[in-house]
């Protein structure tokens, strides 16, 4: 998703600028930009990498004021006319975007009559034109009549030749601003800025800011607004690969830390880490675990962990379709879960739901993310930052967040309580056994790589695991790849099966092993080879498989965490043999901030 990034101080801009944005490649982008003033605007942009880009400039772009901006493209194709900075007509206005114009064909119009003259196809351009209107002298009060004509969501950084300030704002997309000494940053993510400050102050919806080398003023519809400052936790080292050859590596083997930190962090099982209940100590009826991608998979797993331990009927729907249908009876319960906190739909939904009085926990990853500031309620994980396209350590933490938030409301005697806690108390070790198996896990995905099309299969609390190892599989190595209910394959998709289809199969020993037995046994039927998830000390399955992973011993409530790791390691390398460029996927970005 787009990055922007800004920077006023006594230092040069230039290097400074795409170092920022070098940081936020891994939010996956298309096209990169920067716009520096000295008087003048100089603008390069193209749509190329960052460090191609850095090739292209001359030596010398003097100016110590700049933005800059990494484009993934939602309206006109990946180009340099469309790679932001977009400037005005008299090129001394220049503006980075990351959000959507809803009503930019309108304004565009309204424009052009007006003698503006656009000159790409992005919704972004009508800003600086707008701005320009609106100029006459003063930057701040210019944006502010502009953006009052804006419909969509918007994070903002703007340059004006004629005046030493950065000029941001935003709506429904995240921008930070960076504290320095006698300098200033602006980035949407804090990893951009991470090489030169760690204290960040975020904007809320609305907010206007005007940064100056000495000085940030936030104001909502003129009235000043005081902003508090934040001091980052993570180092720049906890962003950065630390030895592996790729981010998802070195977090996939961050998990074992990240379940000790996240369970940590949630230090009794008797106090609750959020309220199920509204007043008194009834479980509100009616439970709803909203998300997207691999967030809703953890949900799906919420579902099965919640009515197992509370014996509430749960409800689960991708925030994208709730949108459109999701009916929320009163005295209902809504628990969100993103990791980024910014994903567009994640959000819309959220504020439905506090419109109609639906009391709102949200799950994520991100302190001072949008989600986290809008939530009745907020649970953290503590994952630490996620680079990599494709989540992993967010997704255990998450389901760490969903274990802990159910705990203090099981209805089960003290002994199955006090099993289970120890259970998760072991899970990092467990899953280090797990990671200790990777050179086995490897040479499986090997064998994979070969193949086209693959399926995986189960039952359960373990169906959101077939569903979660076929997309990580699928967005890191492009082959095509299915989760299904083992029951459900033979109403369909066993047309499908073959020597050519592999299948992937997880056993639990829960009450669901004998039914997947019979399942595995039917797709060797149709001559596809299978790989079975099983326990250790599995012999029936083995026998049946063609191959086996062994994995520890957990509980069966725990067995999505060990399964999904080796999954995971799976995906990885099979990725890696086919030479994928497995940290940024084509077509993908790690925060999904438009509809
Ligand atoms: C897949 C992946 C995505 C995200 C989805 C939701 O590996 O990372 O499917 O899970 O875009 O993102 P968040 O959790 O930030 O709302």
């Known amino acids: ?87 005005d007509c008299s090129g001394r206005i220049a503006v980075v975007h990351n959000g959507v114009i809803n009503n930019f064909q309108k304004l565009k119009q309204q424009l052009s009559s007006e003698g503006h003259r656009f000159i790409s196809e992005t919704d972004t351009e009508v800003i600086p034109h707008l701005i320009e209107k609106y100029y006459d002298g003063d930057l701040a009060k210019a944006t502010e009549l502009a953006l009052r004509e804006v419909e969509g969501s918007y994070a903002i950084a703007v340059l004006v030749a004629d005046e030493p300030k950065l000029v941001v704002a935003r709506k429904d997309s995240p921008l930070i601003i960076g504290i320095g000494d006698r300098e200033n940053f602006v980035a949407s993510d804090v990893p951009a800025i991470m090489d030169y400050t760690n204290r960040v102050l975020y904007l809320e919806d609305g907010d206007l800011g005007v940064v100056t080398p000495e000085d940030i003023r936030v104001s909502r519809h003129g009235v000043a607004v005081d902003r508090e400052r934040h001091e980052i936790s993570w180092s720049i080292e906890d962003a950065q690969k630390g030895g592996y050859a790729h981010f998802m590596l070195k977090e996939i083997h961050e998990q074992p830390k990240v379940i000790r930190d996240t369970i940590g962090g949630y230090l009794s099982v008797t106090e609750p880490i959020a309220s199920l209940t509204m007043a008194g ?29 509370l014996r509430v009927s749960v409800r689960t729907e991708l925030a994208s379709e709730f949108n459109y249908s999701g009916q929320i009876s009163s005295g209902s319960q809504a628990i969100v879960i993103t990791q980024s906190g910014e994903t567009a739909d994640s959000l819309k939904a959220i504020k439905r739901l506090k419109e109609e009085g639906c009391p709102v926990i949200v799950i994520t990853n991100v302190v001072g993310s949008t989600a986290s500031r809008i939530a009745d309620q907020v649970v953290y994980t503590r994952a630490g930052p996620e680079i990599s396209v494709a989540a992993t350590k967010s997704f255990t933490a998450q389901l760490m967040a969903l274990y802990w938030l159910a705990l203090p409301y099981a209805k089960i005697d003290i002994r199955r309580l006090d099993s289970l806690i120890m259970g998760l108390r072991q899970l990092p070790g467990k899953v280090q056994q797990v990671l200790d198996n990777e050179a086995v896990i490897s040479e499986y995905a090997r064998q994979l790589s070969k193949y086209k099309n693959i399926f995986f299969i189960s039952r359960g609390v373990n169906f959101p695991v077939a569903l979660e190892g076929a997309l990580k599989l699928k967005e890191i190595s492009y082959i095509h790849a299915e989760g299904y209910a083992a029951g459900e394959l033979k109403h369909g998709s066993f047309a499908l099966l073959g020597s050519g289809t592999p299948v992937v199969a997880i056993v639990a020993q829960d009450n669901t092993y004998e039914a997947m037995l019979t399942n595995i046994k039917e797709v060797k039927a149709r001559k596809s080879p299978v790989m079975a998830l099983v326990e250790e000390g599995d012999e029936v399955v083995e026998e049946v498989a063609d191959s086996v992973i062994a994995l520890p011993q957990v509980d069966a409530l725990f067995s999505p965490v060990v399964n999904t790791v080796a999954l995971q390691l799976l995906a990885y390398y099979t990725a890696k043999e086919r030479g994928c460029p497995i940290d940024f996927p084509r077509n993908l970005a790690k925060s999904v901030t438009v509809e």
């Open 281 to 309: 100590d009834t479980l509100l009826p009616d439970m709803l675990i909203l998300a997207c991608g691999t967030s809703y998979h953890a949900a799906l797993i919420g579902k099965y962990i919640l009515e197992q331990l």
């Open 1 to 87: 998703m787009c990055g922007i990034v800004g920077y006023i101080g006594e230092k040069q801009a230039k290097p400074i600028l795409l170092n920022c944005l070098s940081h936020l490649e891994y939010r996956g982008y298309d096209s990169c930009g920067i716009a520096v003033s000295a008087g003048g605007l100089e603008v390069y942009k193209d749509a190329i990498r960052v460090q191609a880009l850095e090739k292209t400039l001359p030596k010398k772009v003097n100016g110590k004021i700049g933005i800059g901006h990494t484009r993934w493209a939602t309206h006109g194709e990946p180009s340099q006319v469309n790679a932001h900075p977009h400037c």
